[in-house]
């Protein structure tokens, strides 16, 4: 068996593997990663240069993948890969975690560098289990009763949605990781919209924190692969000249929550105001789920 280098690259999370090919992995290679994966929360694999093919079928080792549900795909031969090319708009210059708009959003993301600046358009990650474990008692005993809408207002489609614990547990290590992300998340079903407003600005900006992330620096050809039910993600748009990554994403993970709601959704039962939009997209998905009768803020 080829040896591999494993470096770590923060105290948080980050490893960095030399000695790989992802090309063509074998069952041995693919235990292997998934090892080091639950150890590391993302990886990174220098100088593999692995074709189109040879990225989905990667992605394959590690369950069902798919493309993109919102984006247009650069490459029709091969569905199951998205393509994002910053000449297009495409930096995701918002901490998140992959499609958690979606009821069994994804697994874990497989990027592949395609090309880079010479400087500039990193990409950061933190751990939400490093987050989630730095949180005072009391914080982590109110977050673990809460749940949030998240929905896909990024991509232009505010009517996907779905709800999701604020706090996860990771199905194989049992680790318990904060679920709540500037991008995707609107607002915590049981708090009051401005309740939810303060609880989601504090959570968000907490997951920033310097200790609980790492930095990479791209190369042409290093493909990243991380564990989206334990991290987020965030690209620095510092950049000029063209940057494309090709990713395919493994989807189908159900989400378990580390306790259930102890609370109801709360919507204001007065007569409508002009603060009943902020609890229109709330009502509306609770209606549609058949958890209400009544969607009347309007």
């Known amino acids: 068996m080829k040896e591999w280098r494993v470096k770590r690259l923060s105290g948080s999370l980050g490893a960095k593997i030399e000695g790989a090919d992802l090309g063509a992995p074998t069952n041995s290679d693919i235990d292997r990663i998934k090892s080091l ?8 694999f220098p100088a593999q240069n692995i074709s189109k093919t040879q990225h989905t079928s990667l992605g394959k080792c590690f369950g069902p993948i798919e493309g993109h549900p919102n984006l247009k795909n650069a490459h029709p031969d091969h569905p199951d890969l998205f393509e994002l090319a910053a000449s297009q708009g495409g930096v995701a210059d918002e901490w998140h975690s992959d499609l958690t708009f979606q009821q069994r959003p994804s697994v874990m993301s497989i990027l592949h560098m395609v090309k880079c600046p010479p400087v500039g358009g990193d990409t950061m990650w933190a751990s939400m289990e490093h987050a989630y474990n730095e949180l005072s008692e009391p914080m982590k005993e ?30 194989v290590t049992g680790k318990k990781s904060l679920y709540v992300n500037e991008h995707f998340t609107r607002r915590i079903v049981e708090m009051n919209w401005s309740e939810s407003k303060a609880m ?22 290093t493909v990243g692969i991380w564990d989206n039910r334990c991290t987020q ?10 940057r494309i990554i090709q990713r395919v994403t493994v989807v189908g993970d159900k989400v378990e929550a580390a306790s259930a709601p102890r609370w109801s959704p709360s919507l204001s039962k007065r007569p409508l105001t002009a603060t009943s939009r902020h609890d229109r997209q709330l009502a509306l998905y609770l209606k549609d789920m058949g958890q209400i009768t009544d969607s009347s803020p309007e």
């Open 142 to 171: 109110l977050c673990t009763g809460l749940t949030a809408l998240n929905d896909a207002l990024p991509h232009n489609r505010p009517d996907k949605m779905t709800i999701h614990p604020v706090v996860r547990v990771h199905p």
């Open 37 to 44: 994966l639950l150890d590391h929360k993302v990886l990174f």
């Open 233 to 242: 993600h965030y690209v620095l748009n510092d950049f000029d000249g063209e």
């Open 200 to 221: 989601l600005e504090y959570l968000t900006n907490w997951i920033k924190s310097p200790q609980f992330t790492v930095r990479y620096q791209w190369s042409e050809g």
